[in-house]
């Protein structure tokens, strides 16, 4: 069964810096692409960044580019995002997610984990 | 203002069918498959439709999926009460280089 857990949530302040982890089980992290999307409390979803199976491609929402950085662990059983100069819009759940197939370049995310949520207050 | 547009609701009694649309443009929906998700409140989304209108496993063949030119469809027939939820459609878009949602439709059944 495949299984996504998000973790590394949490209050920060405005301007600061966290780093979400994804922990995939149930099947092989390097043979699909990855996903992050975030979810505003009450609003919808948006689309954050995708990896694709190799780790070589990636893309980036225009509100997060610049400022978070998805990553492969190096041990290829662990998604990342590193964000940075978080500021109050980015208070949302994030969401990891498994693509459906090796491309980065696609919306069909067929597994999701139970997302963790980001706080940036003062 | 999402890429994709979606009616923010839609209701129908158990039983009936009812129908959400999703309209996009030439780099996104026109160019890519559509893909729809199910989110129960409190719930992380689920994948109810792939490439326009292949049911993952388990997806009950209740629910289907269409696209036509820059606009896509997902129909619930026989609708139940558990199919109470938000819906959201879902493409890449070429020009952006990125996947874009739409805004979501929140289906009440009466």
């Known amino acids: 069964e495949v299984q996504l857990v998000e973790s590394g949530g949490g209050l920060v302040q405005p301007g600061g810096s966290l780093r979400l982890s994804c922990a995939a089980s149930g099947f092989t992290l390097n043979d699909y692409a990855m996903h992050w999307v975030r979810q505003a409390p009450g609003q919808g979803l948006e689309w954050l960044s995708s990896?694709?199976?190799?780790?070589?491609?990636?893309a980036y929402a225009p509100s997060v580019k610049g400022r978070f950085t998805i990553s492969r662990g190096n041990a290829g059983d662990a998604l990342s995002l590193q964000m940075n100069s978080l500021r109050v819009e980015d208070t949302a759940f994030y969401y990891c997610?498994?693509?459906?197939?090796?491309?980065?370049?696609?919306?069909?995310?067929?597994?999701w984990g139970q997302g963790v949520l980001v706080t940036v207050s003062s | 203002q999402s890429v994709l547009t979606q009616p923010p609701s839609a209701s129908a009694t158990p039983g009936q069918t009812v129908t959400i649309s999703c309209s996009g443009g030439?780099?996104?929906?026109?160019?890519?498959?559509v893909n729809w998700y199910q989110q129960v409140p409190g719930s992380a989304p689920k994948l109810l439709i792939l490439?326009?209108?292949q049911r993952p496993s388990g997806v009950p063949g209740r629910f289907s999926g269409s696209k036509s030119g820059t606009s896509a469809s997902l129909a619930i027939s026989g609708l139940q009460s558990e199919d109470e939820a938000d819906y959201y459609c879902a493409a890449w878009d070429d020009s952006l280089d990125g996947g874009v949602f739409g805004g979501g439709t929140k289906l009440t059944v009466l």
């Open positions: 490439g326009n209108d």
């Open positions: 990896i694709s199976w190799s780790g070589r491609t990636t």
């Open positions: 030439r780099s996104n929906i026109g160019s890519n498959t």
């Open positions: 997610a498994k693509g459906y197939s090796l491309s980065y370049s696609s919306a069909s995310l067929d597994s």
